[in-house]
Structures are given as structure tokens and as C-alpha cells.
């Protein structure tokens, strides 16, 4: 693993990326190399994977499954913005098989866990099987001992074979070498197996570059269910931070919906009317047009950050229209008719509802232009709020007391029209 520190003036990541992976790809052909996730928001999401699109697949058969990972793999390849495609384990790692024999060694007053304490001290040094800690009287700080071979002491079957494996018990018993105890042979076996709720699984890793996850994450998905012949009881799925978007997308989706059904409950037993709410909701369709054209003007994905900063949109324009609106009724309790209350309505709420909306855009100004360290993170919440209250802001100053003067005018002439009938009923009864 490769750790880089960027200097503060750098370009960007994802161009330095290309060019690693270019030079390694031409000069190392047969090396496979890829890139993890720096931030901790994008490690979190992606639930500790090392991608952020990870298809496992679960089956009976260790092997089988592998080779359904290669066709997957190969098929995953041909999707444009589909980069440092990988399965994750490795079945044939090369191993040094170490067999003891057993008798020979009990002959010798040597056992089994003799043997591997002897050799894992060698390699992996002694903390792994004797912790030790040393502590400094001079600063108090206690330091771990560990005692190891050095590696380029072992590096051959022949030099591993000259470890010297010590007896347990201090009885006067000599070390012995592993060679005279044991058959060092190569072999090839797993690296390592996953789990994932205990069934074994095989991951194919994809990662995404020039393209947004969603777009990427689907192509992935179908090319998953374009498989065929797998084995029975085989299932394929894909998680990370493809998986951690859809249920957020969700949950963020249902949250908007719910959002507009409260605010126009709300507003709706405010003004004692369904009407007046759903003239104020006008400016809703607006914002989120807002918030989508800003978000293709910037190159900017829909995400979770750039769909909180449309719920802030609509909740801004919703009260910008709330207060257009109670001016207007308030205009027309004074006698003039619905047209001039409108117009009369948007000319003296101008001000209050611009300075409303140009506070929030100046304030979000800085976060949309992903100003400092990890900037882009927050950038689509602000480029968000400002394409949606820019929209938002225009419907409520022009669409909303267009369509109040509409269909307000009808519903005080149809309330008119009732008075006057009901009068008219009275004055006959009492005649």
C-alpha cells in the first residue's frame, strides 16, 4: 500500500490517478493496481470495501464461483467509466508448505506448537507469540520488543529450512533445524476466504472514473442479470457505496415527498384553505428545476448533499411564497380585486423575498465553489441551493401571484355570487 500526501497547491486527484495508473499499466503490465477511497466519508459508505461498487457472489462452490467472478470481470470492462476492475481474492497464491514429522519430532522432545512458535518468531516476529513491552525510565513510554529474522536472511526454501526451532520445555533438549524436521514443499492455495454471513463469497471490485455511480452502478447491475447458466443456489449482488446510495436516494426521495405533504397540511390549516397552499406550492416544480439545471451547469451528480440542498431550496421558496400570499389576502380584505392584489403583492414583497433568497445564495456562494481541503464534498449542497432558490425566487416574484390572481379572482366571485343569493333568498322569505 502506497500512501501519497498531495502539497496544498496541487491539481486534481483524479488526474494524478490516470497517470499512475498509466505509467504502472505500460511499465507493469502484469501487476494489478488500484485506488482506494482517501476521505472517511467515501470509507464509511462504502462499509470498509475497497470499491465503491462490489459485486459478491455467494455459491456452493468455491471455484465455480470464481470463474463466474472472471466472466463478470470481463464483462464489467467493456462499461464506459468502469475503472481497476479486480477480484478481490486470490485462489492460487503461492505457498510454502511446511509438513512435520511428527514422530520424528516427539523423538526428539520437540512438539508441534514448538514448531510453529519457532517459525512464526522467525517471520513474523515475536509479538505475534511473546508480547513484550520495554519502558523507558527517562520519558515513561513503554516500546514493544519484538525479535524477527531478517529478511534477506530468509530468502530461500534453503534458508527457512536452517530455522532453528527451540523446545519448550528447558529440559537440556538441543534446537533442532526445521529441515530436520519437516518437508518444505510449494503449493498454491486461496490467499484468503470472505465471508460474508457466513456463506463464502467472491468479490469483483469496480471503481468509477468520468462518469457519475449511479450510471455506472446500473450498467453493472445489468450486466449482472445478463448472465446466464449460473449453478443453483448462486446469487449475485452488488454493495458498497452503490448499495449505500440507492437506500439513501430513497430515503432522501421519501423525505422530500413527505416534506411537501407537511408544509401544505400545515399551511392548509394556517389559511383555513386548500386553495392558498397549493398556489404557494407553485414554486416548488420551479426549485427543483433549479436545483437540476444548476447541477448540469456544474458537472455536478445528484447525490445526497445536492438532494438536502433542494429540500433547503423548496423550504425557502415555500416561505417566500407564504409571505407573498398573506399580503395579498390581506389586500384583498381592504376591497381591491384579486389582479390588483397580486400585482400590488408582488411589487411590495419584492424586496423582502429577494434579500431572503440573495442572503441564503451569497452564503452558499464559498461551499459552491469548493473552496479549500475536501471542498468538493459539500460543493453539490451549495451549487443546489442556489440553482433552486434562483428558480424558486423568479416563480414566486411572476408563476404564483399569476396563478393567485387566476384563481382567486373565480373562487371571490363564486363566494360573491353565493352572498348575493343568499341575501336575495332572505329578502324574498321576509317579504
Known amino acids: 500500500d502506497l500512501q ?12 494524478y490517478i490516470d497517470q499512475i495508473r498509466a505509467a504502472v499499466h505500460r511499465d ?5 493496481v488500484y485506488t482506494q477511497a482517501a476521505d472517511i466519508i467515501s470509507q464509511v459508505l462504502s462499509f470498509g470495501l475497497s470499491a465503491p461498487i462490489d459485486v459478491q457472489i455467494v455459491g456452493r462452490d468455491l471455484d465455480s464461483d470464481f470463474r463466474i467472478a472472471e466472466r463478470l470481470q470481463q464483462e464489467i470492462s467493456t462499461i464506459p467509466g468502469a475503472a481497476d476492475i479486480r ?5 492460487d497464491y503461492p505457498t510454502l508448505r511446511v509438513r512435520v514429522d511428527r514422530d520424528k519430532a516427539l523423538e526428539q522432545g520437540i512438539t508441534q506448537h514448538d514448531i510453529t512458535n519457532s517459525i512464526l518468531t522467525s517471520l513474523a516476529s515475536s509479538v505475534v507469540t511473546s508480547p513484550n513491552q520495554w519502558l523507558d525510565p527517562r520519558n515513561g513510554v513503554s516500546y514493544s520488543v ?3 529474522t531478517l529478511q534477506h536472511l530468509v530468502n530461500s526454501v534453503q534458508a527457512i529450512g536452517r530455522t532453528p526451532i527451540t523446545p519448550g520445555v528447558t529440559d537440556g533438549t538441543p534446537p533442532q533445524f526445521l529441515s530436520n524436521l519437516a518437508e518444505i514443499s510449494h503449493e498454491v492455495q486461496p490467499q484468503s476466504i470472505d465471508h460474508y454471513t457466513v456463506q463464502r463469497v467472491v468479490d469483483v471490485n469496480c471503481d468509477v472514473e468520468g462518469r457519475d455511480l449511479g450510471a455506472v452502478a446500473a450498467a453493472v447491475q445489468r450486466k449482472v442479470e445478463a448472465l446466464k447458466n449460473l449453478p443453483p443456489g448462486t446469487t449475485i449482488t452488488i454493495r458498497g457505496e452503490a ?3 440507492r437506500t439513501s436516494f430513497a430515503s432522501m426521495g421519501s423525505g422530500l415527498l413527505l416534506a411537501i405533504v407537511l408544509v401544505y397540511l400545515l399551511m392548509a390549516t394556517n389559511f383555513q384553505s386548500w ?3 397549493l398556489i404557494i406550492m407553485m414554486a416548488v416544480p420551479g426549485a427543483l428545476a433549479g436545483v437540476l ?6 458537472r455536478t451528480t445528484l447525490n445526497v448533499e445536492s438532494m438536502m440542498g433542494a429540500i433547503m431550496a423548496v423550504g425557502v421558496g415555500v416561505a417566500n411564497g407564504n409571505l407573498l400570499i398573506t399580503f395579498a389576502n390581506d389586500l384583498r380584505e381592504q376591497g381591491p380585486d384579486a389582479v390588483s392584489a397580486a400585482i400590488q403583492a408582488g411589487i411590495t414583497r419584492m424586496r423582502p423575498v429577494i434579500m431572503t433568497a440573495l442572503a441564503m445564495i451569497l452564503g452558499m456562494l464559498p461551499m459552491s465553489l469548493a473552496l479549500g481541503a475536501g471542498g468538493e464534498q459539500n460543493a453539490p449542497l451549495g451549487r443546489a441551493v442556489i440553482g433552486g432558490l434562483i428558480a424558486a425566487t423568479i416563480m414566486t416574484l411572476i408563476v404564483v401571484p399569476a396563478v393567485y390572481s387566476l384563481f382567486s379572482h373565480q373562487r371571490i366571485g363564486k363566494r360573491q355570487r353565493d352572498a348575493t343569493i343568499a341575501a336575495l333568498v332572505a ?5
Open 4 to 15: 501519497i500526501q498531495l502539497t496544498p497547491k496541487h491539481h486534481s486527484s483524479d488526474a
Open 28 to 32: 507493469f503490465p502484469d501487476v494489478i
Open 87 to 91: 477480484i478481490q481474492q486470490v485462489l
Open 146 to 148: 519484538a525479535v524477527q
Open 243 to 245: 448499495e449505500a446510495m
Open 275 to 277: 386553495l392558498d397552499p
Open 293 to 298: 439545471w444548476m447541477l448540469v451547469a456544474t
Open 427 to 431: 329578502v324574498a322569505e321576509k317579504d
